[in-house]
């Protein structure tokens, strides 16, 4: 599968802007993501796009329709492929989400880890990064030069990283804005506050930048530790206005993922599929187990399209025990019979799940995992 995206309309030569926190800065002290997080996340893909000196510079959100994504806002070359959709499958963007950091890829063409990814004749040098929020992936960004121009740096892809992180807040803003959350006033107090402190910061830690190219010994040293200092306490703002997330709108987030994934299980394998899932049984203590889970649907949806002697499967997710933060049981059920030797993958791959089986009186078959949070 490919990613064919061009740049051949890019601006015509992009501005390379020398300190990229000053920029970053400026953007978030003006941001006002409650009003117009559209507004944040645009600009701070344009802004990244001047910052590194890149022709083009792609955002990609996950797509309603499950393995896909949308190229949700764009800049330079990228113009006109806003809005369209691309597979998940073998793109650049599952690279970086793969890696959890930027990837640098000097040649999308001739990079073999890239062989089912992006390509095409003008695309050359690119970095790709995920951005996280919330917990979750909310995206992937993408920047690219034109073939022959030079290759990003590691310091670039740094850059890139970090805008991928205010890009990840940016999205997890938008998506709560969009189902009306945001007008709890602890998430209002909590955004404000994140942005303004956010900007006065990055103003703080561009002028010791600054400083820092003329200083030397002793003196670079302390400066590089504040510097360091002051990023992770931009960091720690915005994992504090992130903590602000009510559980209940957690719960629905995941119960939307996990429903996304049992639709695609269903559908690969033509099964007729329902689904009873406790949104607030699901709180922040499922987020590192949401892959477990995922794998799991996949895995016992794939057993009763074998052994079901129906095509009509049940999905049912419920907190464990009577403590929310206890863990999440996950169940499947359909008629038929039991798998003869059911060794689940995820027996080796989490200590803490428990997996187990069972047919009841009327013939249905059960298939059960618990995880433990404890």
Known sequence: MKE???????????????????????VLACARPLEDADELIRSLVECLRRCVWADSAALTVPSEESDWLRIAVTAGGFADWEGRL????????????KSGRAVVIDDVVLDRRTEQ?????EIGPTVVAPAYGNGCLQGVVMIGRRQGEPNFTSNEADVVDAFARH????????????????????????????????????????ALSSLRVRAAGPAATSLDAAIRDLDDLIVAARESAGDKVADAELGEMLRR?????????????QLVGNAKIDAEALSASVLGSAGIVESWIHETVA???????TRSVLLGVSGLGSDENCGVCVELRYT??????????????????????QVEPDGTVVLRVSVSFV
């Open 257 to 269: 993922r996990f429903l996304s994934s049992f639709a695609s299980a269903t559908r690969r394998h």
């Open 4 to 26: 064919d995206i061009p740049l051949s309309g890019s601006s015509g030569g992009a501005t390379h802007v020398e300190d990229w926190r000053t920029e970053l800065g400026a």
């Open 167 to 206: 890009l990840g807040w940016g999205l997890a803003v938008q998506r709560l804005v969009a189902t009306g959350f945001m007008h709890d006033e602890r998430w209002k107090m909590a955004s404000e506050l994140y942005t303004r402190v956010a900007g006065r910061l990055f103003g703080v830690t561009a």
């Open 303 to 309: 057993i009763a399209n074998r052994y079901g002697s």
């Open 86 to 97: 691309l597979p998940w499958e073998g793109s650049v963007s599952a690279l970086a989400a």
């Open 336 to 357: 038929g019979v039991a798998p003869g030797d059911f060794n689940s993958a995820l027996v080796d791959s989490a200590a803490r799940c428990r997996v187990e089986h």
């Open 117 to 121: 990814a992006a390509r095409s004749a």
